[in-house]
């Protein structure tokens, strides 16, 4: 983030730096992981092909938990089915989230990377200079920005250091508003303009949502499921809009608008309907090699070598059995 705001202030000198070089991070996040976006799609697709033997195993076990998670620990370890696969792009995005809340309530240690002495001293004075709650600590840093831009006079034994000269310029020149809004406070419904922001990404998320869902092909194969998710994640990101500052509503505006479109380009170099045909292609290639028949060679219980002609689902088994007596043999 530091990097985009540099270069969106010093190298461009645009107006609005700090909003820009939000979007820019927002987009360089997306790309970095886009490659885990088209293994998120192809996991989807193979979720819809096992999505019959899941429901089978379900309604045939529907009264037996224990018999039922047996069932689908099994099908996992045969098929390789696991249904965790494409969860990693939205797990990564929590400590991306939360290190960028980090940047909004410190901008003078991430975003302009001052001398900590220095913080430390116009953050003293600006708590002195303002009745500061300890809800409000988090906002001490920038509380210090706004000072410095109206009463810089109250920081006179600093301003009069040449050393600090430049630093100063800096806070000068960082803007972390949009018109009267300032990124760095909570939404609040006292004043309504602070609402837009939150109330934009929220919008975008059940359109970016709709948008995903229809093109990766989980609105057909997610029905219910699929909407009650969507509508959760709405909600839940609903209520982070209005639990933390505004520049976190503006990165996940920004982060569904990209999604929308990452979601059509997704659509041309990864058709859903041709990655279900694959999928059930392989699905349907282990369901066969499970039941043809091999030959083996066994030992029986006297020792002597013996063939046996077994299932893949049995010599599975067998393997398994085989590295388990290795391991009693290593370990005993």
Not at 73 to 97: R, V, W
Not at 103 to 111: A, D, G, S
Not at 256 to 272: S, V
Request: overall charge positive; proline content about 4%; charged content about 20%.
């Amino acid at each position: 983030m530091k990097i985009c705001y540099l270069f969106a202030n010093d190298v461009l000198k645009l107006p609005l730096a700090y909003v820009f070089a939000m979007f820019l991070f927002t987009l360089i996040t997306k790309v970095l992981l886009f490659p885990l976006s088209i293994k998120q799609q192809r996991s989807t697709a193979m979720a819809a092909a096992y999505k019959p033997m899941i429901d089978e195993i379900n309604k045939k076990y529907a009264n037996d938990r224990q018999k039922q998670s047996e069932e689908m620990a099994k099908l996992q370890s045969e098929y390789g089915y696991n249904p965790a696969a494409g969860c990693l792009p939205m797990l990564i995005q929590f400590p991306i989230i939360f290190g960028l809340i980090r940047v909004i309530y410190k901008p003078l240690r991430h975003m302009l990377g001052l001398p900590a002495d220095f913080i430390r001293q116009v953050c003293e004075i600006a708590a002195n200079n303002t009745d500061i709650s300890a809800a409000n600590s988090l906002l001490l840093e920038n509380t210090a920005i706004q000072q410095i831009k109206t009463n810089i006079g109250a920081f006179g034994s600093l301003t009069s250091n040449p050393e600090y000269a430049d630093y100063f310029e800096k806070i000068a020149n960082l803007d972390m508003s949009v018109g009267s809004i300032h990124l760095f406070e909570l939404p609040s419904f006292q004043n309504i303009v602070t609402l837009i922001i939150p109330l934009l990404s929220i919008i975008t998320m059940i359109i970016s949502t709709i948008v995903t869902m229809k093109k990766s092909g989980t609105a057909e194969s997610g029905g219910k499921q699929g909407i009650g998710m969507m509508l959760f994640s709405a909600v839940l990101f609903g209520v982070f809009s209005f639990m933390y500052p505004m520049g976190f509503s503006l990165y996940w505006a920004f982060q569904n608008l990209i999604g929308i479109a990452q979601a059509y380009i997704l659509y041309k170099i990864c058709n859903p309907q041709q990655l279900r045909e694959q999928a059930a292609a392989i699905v349907a290639a282990k369901k066969k090699a499970k039941k043809e028949v091999k030959t083996v060679k066994v030992k029986t219980s006297d020792g002597a070598v013996a063939e046996k002609k077994v299932t893949g689902s049995e010599l599975d088994k067998l393997r398994l059995q085989r590295a388990r007596e290795l391991d009693a043999e290593k370990y005993n």
